[in-house]
């Protein structure tokens, strides 16, 4: 069965610094990786998804992530935080029979001036 | 292109009742999928739609079920509410369900306080 843990349930950074979130996934078949961002009372927002298409994935706003089958990881990077990603973010994996995301618990993103 | 919407946005229920949320998919999405989300147990999918059908339920209470119009329009019903019920409500849309590749574009969210 599939599954996601996000280390960490809450990071701070210095705006400026970089971010690093870390997703780890379990799956018995190649999976389907996404990263989704969510602000205050709003919905989610997808940053970037992997498809096995290329090991390293850009998104939006600046951020990546690189699929490691070695490690089963997924972890996002932004060189360079600014204040405006301040958020939480998940981790998500794609159940192959479509329509079902199976998501991490999450990490709140702080960012300080 | 309109995004995903959800109504009402804030809804306050009590313990017994039962409730009806709305989902709107993006214009041309056929899949919609539901899921709650709790600061304890997180995000939890629920079930998803395509073509009027449900094709995948999560593990929930028979209380929750669902629905999808031929419209694509969904909505979700919990009866006999109670008060773990309270969550955010997230509807999320995507073309079809072909591939897991398919990423879904989630509505803003119905929040449910049950009391």
């Known amino acids: 069965a599939q599954s996601v843990t996000q280390l960490g349930s809450h990071v701070s950074v210095s705006e400026g610094a970089l971010v690093l979130l870390r997703c780890n996934y379990s799956?018995?078949?190649?999976?389907?990786l996404f990263w989704y961002v969510q602000y205050p009372n709003q919905g989610l927002q997808l940053l970037l998804k992997?498809?096995?298409?290329?090991?390293l994935v850009k998104g939006i706003n600046g951020f990546e992530a690189e699929f490691k089958k070695s490690e089963t990881s997924f972890h996002l990077t932004k060189p360079s935080a600014h204040m405006s990603d301040a958020a939480e973010y998940f981790c998500?994996?794609?159940?192959?029979?479509?329509?079902?995301?199976?998501f991490g618990q999450g990490t709140e993103l702080s960012v300080k001036p | 292109k309109a995004g995903v919407t959800q109504t009402p946005r804030y809804l306050i229920k009590t313990r017994g009742q039962q409730v009806t949320l709305s989902c709107s998919p993006i214009?041309?999405?056929?899949?919609v999928s539901w899921y709650q989300q709790t600061p304890g147990q997180g995000l939890q999918f629920l079930f998803e739609?395509?073509?009027?059908?449900?094709?995948n339920k999560g593990n929930f209470p028979g209380r929750f079920s669902g629905r999808q119009f031929s419209n694509s329009r969904s909505e979700m019903n919990v009866s006999t509410l109670e008060l773990g019920d309270s969550a955010l409500y997230l509807c999320?849309?995507?073309?079809?369900?072909?591939?897991?590749?398919?990423?879904?574009?989630f509505g803003p969210g119905t929040r449910l306080t049950v009391t």
């Open positions: 739609y395509f073509s009027e059908t449900q094709r």
């Open positions: 999320a849309s995507s073309l079809a369900p072909g591939t897991s590749a398919d990423e879904q574009y």
């Open positions: 998500a994996v794609s159940v192959f029979q479509g329509g079902k995301l199976i």
């Open positions: 992997y498809t096995s298409a290329a090991t």
């Open positions: 799956s018995s078949v190649p999976p389907y």
């Open positions: 214009s041309g999405h056929r899949s």
